[in-house]
Nanobody, 118 residues
Framework: QVQLVESGGGLVQPGGSLRLSCAAS??????MGWYRQAPGKQRELVARITRSGINNYATYADSVKGRFTITGDNAKNTVYLQMNSLKPEDTAVYYC???????????WGQGTQVTVSS
């Protein structure tokens, strides 16, 4: 059974930092990423990491480039999102997503709330 379990959300002041973690189990993932959904808005891609051999390739939404960093630990099937210089507009529920090798079907975590507010 495939599972994605997120952790690390919370309340932080503008300019602060948070680190999200997503531990995956039940298969080998070819890509893992983070999406977010703010109230009244569509879910959007934040960052994604794609595995190719022993290398990981990261892509980012323009709105988070230079502030967020996605990294992966292939041995642990875990992906992290380091979020720095957080802004109120980063407030959302953050979801971890992953696709198994050979499949385009995404799996989703339960989501973790990130609130940026003074």
């Amino acid at each position: 059974q495939v599972q994605l379990v997120e952790s690390g959300g919370g309340l932080v002041q503008p300019g602060g930092s948070l680190r999200l973690s997503c531990a995956a189990s039940g298969g080998t993932f070819s890509s893992m990423g983070w999406y977010r959904q703010a109230p009244g808005k569509q879910r959007e891609l934040v960052a994604r990491i794609t595995r190719s051999g022993i290398n990981n390739y990261a892509t980012y939404a323009d709105s988070v480039k230079g502030r967020f960093t996605i990294t992966g630990d292939n041995a642990k099937n875990t992906v992290y999102l380091q979020m720095n210089s957080l802004k109120p507009e980063d407030t959302a529920v953050y979801y971890c997503s992953g696709a198994l090798v050979g499949s385009a079907l995404p799996y989703w975590g339960q989501g973790t709330q990130v609130t940026v507010s003074s």
